[in-house]
Every structure is written in C-alpha cells, then in structure tokens.
C-alpha cells in the first residue's frame, strides 16, 4: 500500500469510528456443536462464574438423567461472584448474530429446594458490542439488565421470560405460562433459537416434549427481538438470583448440556 492510500484508509477509519459508523458482526457465523454431558468426571468444558468449584458445582453419580454422572449445583446464601449471586457454567459462541442453534439440557430441582423467589436457571446473555466501543465496564450500563431470554424457576414453576430493554430492569415479560414442576424430578428442556436484532428472530421451547412458547397459528416459535446488538449473546446455566439474595442453600441437579443444529442433536 502506497503512503497515499495508507493516509487515506487511516483518515477513513477514523472518520468512521468517531461517527459510529464502523463495520458490523458478520452474520450466520458457524458455532462448534457442544456436549457437556459431565461423563469426563469434571466442568473443564465450562467457563466458570462460581465462588467456589468444588463446593457449588460438584460432578456426582445420583441422580443422573442419562450416563454415569450429573451436575450437583448449589448456591448459598453468600454466592456473591461478578455483581450478582450466582453459580453459574458459561459457553461463548453459541449464539451469534442471524444465526439458529439449538439448546439442550435437563434439571432436577431437590426435594429440599425452599425459596419461592425467582432464580433464572439458565440465560442467554447479551454481549457488549465491542466494534461500538463497549466493553465490561458499568458504563454503559449493558448488562445490570434481565438478559434478553431467560427459563425462570419461581414458586414451583418454570417460566420463558424476554427483556427486549437492555437499560431497564423492570421491563421482563412472560412469554409462556407457568409450568408447574415437581421436585425430585427429571426435565428435559429444548430451544430452537434464531437470533436477531429485530422482530424476524424467534425462540421455541419443549419441556418434556411439549412445547412452552405459545401457538401462533402456524407452530410454536414466538417471533421477537432477542439481541440487543450484533455482538450476539452467550448461554449460563445453573443458579442466578441477580441482586436479591436467597433465603436458603438451594441445590439444582444439571446434566446433558448440548449444542447443535438439530432438535435430536441436543434432547437427551
């Protein structure tokens, strides 16, 4: 490159950077298919938002949904880590700009589970838009909002809630009635996921097999935003109750966490 077009391209770059206007997460990138079904005895697979691994997040043999060994997540009254009580297992993308995925895991809430406050038991979170001059920091104010879709374990009930705001707090609404779930108990959930900054993207979610998201006339997907930019969002699962601390130790069993392109890719 001549001095003539280096000056050029740098003054152009910069022209578009100060303007905002620089360019955008490529779409449909291709994701690695994922299976952390716990069968190598540890969470390695994972990226960590736990205090303390061996503690609240524990491989154990009992009970397991499928192979010979299962999750044991545990979140105490004092499971403060990264602004938020949590014990949570993170995979990066897997939830990219135009692209469809699907998700796959199954839970068992203990017997001994006493909180009736809510708990988001996995969540796909927004990412900050880097091209855009984000990044981690609290300004701006990104991610101390509800993440764009969220399964939530409330009162003996899972809910699909959505946050189509990704500056407010209080603007999460349901999109599936509640579930009834019993303790002690096997739950195989399933979402086939689009992922788009506008309203063309769509999520629908099996529990069990049946469908959660509502019926559209057509089939089940639920057609709404569910990227708050093109950097894309990242899965969590385990325990999550933000701000508000638990009551109690609660334990929730996790085991075959998939990845894929297909429905019987990821269902256990």
């Known amino acids: 490159m001549n001095t003539f077009l280096r000056v050029l391209y740098t003054i152009s770059t910069l022209f578009f950077v100060a303007c905002g206007k620089v360019p955008t997460t490529e779409p449909n990138q291709p994701f690695n298919p994922f299976i952390g079904d716990f069968e190598n005895g540890t969470i390695s697979d994972f990226h960590y938002l736990v205090a303390d691994t061996t503690f609240n997040t524990q491989i154990v043999t009992y009970p397991v949904r499928k192979g010979k060994y299962a999750l044991k997540n545990t979140l105490k009254t004092e499971d403060y880590v990264n602004n938020g009580y949590r014990t949570e297992l993170a995979i990066y993308d897997c939830a990219n700009y135009k692209?469809?995925?699907?998700?796959?895991?199954?839970?068992?809430v203990d017997t001994n589970y006493q909180?009736?406050?809510?708990?988001?038991?996995?969540?796909?979170?927004?990412?900050?838009?880097?091209?855009?001059?984000?990044?981690?920091?609290?300004?701006?104010?990104?991610?101390?909002?509800?993440?764009?879709?969220?399964?939530?374990?409330?009162?003996?009930?899972?809910?699909?809630?959505?946050?189509?705001?990704?500056?407010?707090?209080?603007?999460?609404?349901?999109?599936?009635?509640?579930?009834?779930?019993?303790?002690?108990?096997?739950?195989?959930?399933?979402?086939?996921?689009?992922?788009?900054?506008?309203?063309?993207a769509y999520q629908e979610i099996w529990i069990n097999g049946e469908p959660i998201t509502p019926f559209n006339g057509v089939d089940f997907k639920y057609y709404h935003r569910n990227l708050f930019n093109r950097a894309g969002n990242y899965f969590k699962f385990g325990q999550y109750r933000g701000k508000n601390k638990s009551e109690h130790t609660n334990i929730i069993y996790f085991d075959e966490v998939k990845i894929g392109s297909t429905y019987n890719e990821v269902a256990p």
């Not at 692209?99 to 068992?108: A, D, I, M, Q, T």
């Open 115 to 200: 909180d009736t406050s809510y708990n988001l038991i996995c969540q796909w979170q927004d990412l900050p838009y880097y091209l855009q001059g984000e990044d981690w920091s609290p300004s701006p104010t990104l991610h101390g909002s509800p993440p764009p879709i969220s399964l939530t374990y409330v009162n003996n009930n899972v809910e699909l809630k959505m946050n189509d705001n990704p500056s407010a707090s209080n603007q999460t609404f349901n999109v599936s009635t509640p579930l009834k779930i019993h303790k002690g108990k096997w739950y195989d959930m399933v979402a086939h996921i689009y992922w788009n900054e506008d309203n063309s």
């Open 99 to 108: 692209s469809e995925v699907f998700y796959g895991f199954s839970f068992w």
